[in-house]
């Protein structure tokens, strides 16, 4: 009875409640986007355009051809290249050989690290002075001017546009958030979150545009599109990589800072 007694408490001490507590550690979001700051696509007077390009989709014929490249193709220009091209080789051409030239290409993108800078550029600074005043006044967020955030590649690199589409794509996916190499905040821009100042005080309302910090590795070639008889594909030599990283502001987005002295 005793033996009965001590397995049943065994039982009990390792149910499977108590044994996922032990081992299982819930994965908590890489990128929580911070109080301090606020989404402001409805409120912003300036309409930023949608820069997050829709994925391209590779033809029949790009797909055929991309199986056979022994090097990863994933940059959506060379793709989109690929996909405009038509070739028609004859079963026939008995002895036919071709290496026509692509072109070096920006091919694939490998990304190493994905961080956030919520204050990455100041747009503004709205002030209040209380120092005079015997109650409490009340103070939010108005957007003093337009103000235009620019990114970019923090190096100089062959295809740059193809790069920097590469890393975006990447950063976008990572993040999950709205990012654009450039993006502007509107004058008159309002955001409805109040704060209250105190008697004798000054208070400034700092408004910052955040950015991602892209860093990776970025791998060109040559590309070759080779034909023989009625076969056809895909060859890349003098492949070579560079490190890269990239500052890419997240669109409609403002991070505020509040000071009270």
Known sequence: MKQLILALGLCLLFTPTTLAKEGHHPQQPSFQTPNSAVDISKE???PNPDQSAPELQPSGLTKELLKTSKVKIENPMLIKYLNESTIHPSKFSIGYHAHIYLGKWALSYKS??????????????SSLDARGSEGQQEFKYTQESNSKVTGGLTAKVPNQEGVKGL???????????PLAFSTVVGKGTKIDRLYHVQPKKMAHLYGY??????????FYGEVFLVLKGGKKWIEVKNVEQQGIGAWIPIQDHVSLRYVSN
Request: charged share 25%; aromatic share 8%; net charge positive.
């Open 44 to 46: 912003n007077t300036y």
């Open 112 to 125: 190493s690290k994905v961080s956030i800078n919520w204050e990455y550029k100041k747009i503004n600074d």
């Open 167 to 177: 890393m975006m794509a990447h950063a976008s996916k990572k993040t999950d958030l």
């Open 209 to 218: 545009v955040p950015a991602v910090n892209e860093k990776g590795t970025i």
